[in-house]
């Protein structure tokens, strides 16, 4: 494999469809949203794509059996007169500066056939969160982006650097002409952030019209929140431990240089 | 020399043949174990394949002799109904992402022309041993798979990477329709690893239907071993020196400072 | 994005231009410079560069839209009979050795389709500034460095290398037989230096024979001045705080040891 | 420039030549005792070679003007019967795998066409030196290896591996049917090694049955090693000084602790 290739899996009519991308990235933000949605909206495989830019490692997925790193497309059909969806999940991104761009490249040429109207990339921002994780939006235009503004999102502070394919996406729908919308969960990104997902989750949905049921994200987002606060136990004993065992050690050395 | 190259060094029909592949990896195991078969079977030299993606020295080979590092292919005519084997072993891997893929897919292209049916890729496994090291198995389908699986191999754990090219070639393995088969032995992986090495052969050679005398691989094992335990020895009382230097050095200071 | 491309955005005569070039780099020195005459001069868009050689982020700018990194080409009509001005500036330079041949072939693909006649590259000179910043001269023939040597620039040492675009454009321009020289500005290069810049600029300025009122960066310098000299007195008092807590802290250690 | 490239400089017939290749590497040796030759010899230049793989940036050379990182190939006339010579000497070396494999293939093919007999290229061997530096040497093949040997030489250790385009010539050479030797000098290589490149300059001239005056070379190595002398003197003084301070600070300490 020398070119990265789009293989589709269904030939399906898209009416004015969406697309939702949401790759591996800071607080896995991205990926848990788009992947989310997938599962609980029952969507369909629409394409997979490969690429020499990707690590060199494959997985072993069920039944041992071997699978290239990959990223897939898949689709839902809008069954009212809304807009079908496209989502873009994927196991990693591009290894190499060059390698982003033409993965961003190909992402577009492919939505530009599918005549998608509207991509939304979603991502994490890293910053110290209160209360709850806001989303912070930016846009190729300021049309696209009061859809953002209008149901909650902030704006992005200028100067703002959105690293990797959501941003780069963005970058390069001008040429395309096709409008983009990144949408930011705020996070500080050392763990996989369900709670800044779902704060994505509630501004896109308002954005695309639908209704998605969330419970089951809740009860992650509890299961994940009980793990964390068992692991900052276990933390804190050992830290303590620690301590009474410096504690002792200098005490014994003072005594043996005195 | 711009791209990949594959340098067919003679000109053989071969009946069904079957793909081992043992580059050099964790533990070293694959190619041990490859190397292992191409000595006891005398297989004979099929081709070489060079790459810009190798590294960029060259290596003196016998006589003064000097050569690019470089992958060869071997070959071993079965004289019985049973299929005909192809060995590839190498001195290195690709040095970047895109080398490899591009090495993986020049291999399968290869493969392909020769008529393979079926490719084996060895590799180690990190892993504690106990006991013996087992034999870690994936593969590009379940029928593959479970021609390891019932001669002793285990499943690989579900999620589990497997870098570099034994496992790429699985990856795009399906893109030719080559069934593929990958067994990893186990081992710690920090020594070339001949006991993993052989576990591996013991599952392959059921595989493949043929007996080859292991019992010159157990004299290497026995070697090995003798010579870990005399480095352990020395690296024992290395540290008794050092340890009996530092007590007699903080004695000595702590008189000075007293 | 596979390939660099330059999309002009107007279609404008120039006459004898002379192209001035200040990339992001030592000090900033060359992009400051570069765009303080854009600013003060009033140029205009002439052409934008995006490449996918340039890091692979994009950042959000005024009213929440994002853009691509890339660099900008600007015109200035010269309302005498002197020569028309082409500005240069930019985010960022390119991210691998391949990706800096690149770039800087493309500038001179495209000043040589504009006629230019005389490339200027503007960058900073680590060297400990004794009073006010020099500014060293290179150029692609002895006849453009002495226009620099007439004004004050003083002469590069042998030998020295002149890293990224700023010194490959020099070297390249040879090749399109067009006259380039480089002016450097001393700098110490640890933060962005609008001193270097405005001795670069002074020197510039005699060389394209044209007039622009500096008073503006002036009162720029002066700005970061106090910003600078604020900085230094929390630095000190930071450092005059940490020496008393170390000193009650080893006084405290002290009677505890004895 | 996207490709490398070789500029003629002179159209000349040459008489069975052998090229003689030096780049910078370890101890300098290959590049020292070419660019001797060159000197002593008055060999003109033939042509120079450029590569978006060398480093992006440029050098100041004579008279303030730039030039990029190149290598050069120079040749000399013999007004014997025996052969003529090409030397190639340079900057630097390619930055990355696939540039350096490139660079090779591209002297290879620059000797192919000038209808060279025999490569020699030169470089450093990291060895302890016992009295004087051994050359050691390696081949395409045993006649040619056989050349060196006779005159010194000393054959290499089987699987030593030579590194960068002294190596890669080598190992490239057979595809193009050219014989090739590697002659290596024994050194340290911490520092430019000019004894060692005098051992490779002596085997060397045995084997194209020239003679030159090392004299030159022999006063070189003079001031060399009063450099190094004056250096190490310097650095001693410096130790000495640095001890007594530790000395009398940890005195003062042990007071101030007692």
Same mark, same amino acid.
């Given at each position: 494999?020398?070119?990265?290739?789009?293989?589709?899996?269904?030939?399906?009519?898209?009416?004015?469809?969406?697309?939702?991308?949401?790759?591996?990235?800071?607080?896995?933000?991205?990926?848990?949203?788009? /992947?989310?949605?997938?599962?609980?909206?029952?969507?369909?495989?629409?394409?997979?794509?490969?690429?020499?830019?990707?690590?060199?490692?494959?997985?072993?997925?069920?039944?041992?059996?071997?699978?290239?790193? *990959?990223? /897939?497309?898949?689709?839902?059909?809008?069954?009212?007169? +809304?807009? &079908?969806?496209?989502?873009?999940?994927? /196991?990693?991104?591009?290894?190499?500066?060059?390698?982003?761009?033409?993965? %961003?490249?190909?992402?577009?040429?492919?939505?530009?056939?599918? +005549?998608?109207?509207?991509?939304?990339?979603?991502? +994490?921002?890293? *910053?110290?969160?209160?209360?709850?994780?806001?989303?912070?939006?930016?846009?190729?235009?300021?049309?696209?982006?009061?859809?953002?503004?209008?149901?909650?999102?902030?704006?992005?502070?200028?100067?703002?650097?959105?690293?990797?394919?959501?941003?780069?996406?963005?970058?390069?729908?001008?040429?395309?002409?096709?409008? %983009?919308?990144?949408?930011?969960?705020?996070?500080?990104?050392?763990?996989?952030?369900?709670?800044?997902?779902?704060?994505?989750?509630?501004?896109?949905?308002?954005?695309?019209?639908?209704?998605? /049921?969330?419970?089951?994200? &809740?009860?992650?987002? &509890?299961?994940?929140?009980?793990?964390?606060?068992?692991?900052?136990?276990?933390?804190?004993?050992?830290?303590?431990?620690?301590? *009474? *065992?410096?504690? %002792? %050690?200098? +005490?014994?050395?003072?005594?043996?240089?005195?």
């Amino acid at each position: 494999m020398k070119e990265t290739i789009i293989i589709e899996k269904e030939k399906v009519e898209l009416r004015k469809p969406i697309l939702i991308e949401g790759f591996p990235g800071l607080g896995v933000v991205g990926k848990i949203a788009t /992947d989310f949605l997938i599962r609980q909206m029952k969507a369909k495989k629409l394409a997979e794509m490969y690429s020499p830019h990707f690590p060199y490692y494959v997985l072993v997925s069920k039944k041992g059996s071997i699978r290239l790193l *990959r990223t /897939d497309f898949y689709y839902w059909k809008n069954e009212t007169e +809304g807009n &079908d969806l496209i989502f873009l999940t994927g /196991d990693t991104q591009a290894q190499t500066v060059e390698g982003q761009y033409e993965i %961003a490249d190909h992402i577009l040429r492919f939505a530009e056939k599918k +005549g998608v109207k509207l991509i939304i990339t979603i991502g +994490g921002y890293r *910053r110290e969160v209160e209360d709850k994780p806001q989303v912070v939006a930016a846009a190729t235009d300021p049309e696209t982006l009061s859809k953002a503004l209008e149901v909650g999102a902030i704006n992005s502070p200028l100067g703002n650097p959105i690293v990797g394919t959501a941003g780069l996406i963005l970058g390069l729908a001008k040429f395309k002409k096709i409008n %983009a919308l990144c949408l930011l969960g705020e996070t500080l990104g050392y763990l996989p952030d369900l709670k800044a997902a779902k704060s994505v989750l509630k501004v896109l949905l308002k954005i695309v019209k639908l209704e998605v /049921d969330l419970s089951e994200l &809740d009860k992650e987002i &509890d299961k994940s929140e009980q793990l964390i606060a068992r692991m900052q136990r276990i933390e804190e004993q050992r830290m303590v431990s620690a301590q *009474r *065992r410096r504690e %002792a %050690a200098e +005490g014994g050395r003072v005594t043996y240089i005195g």
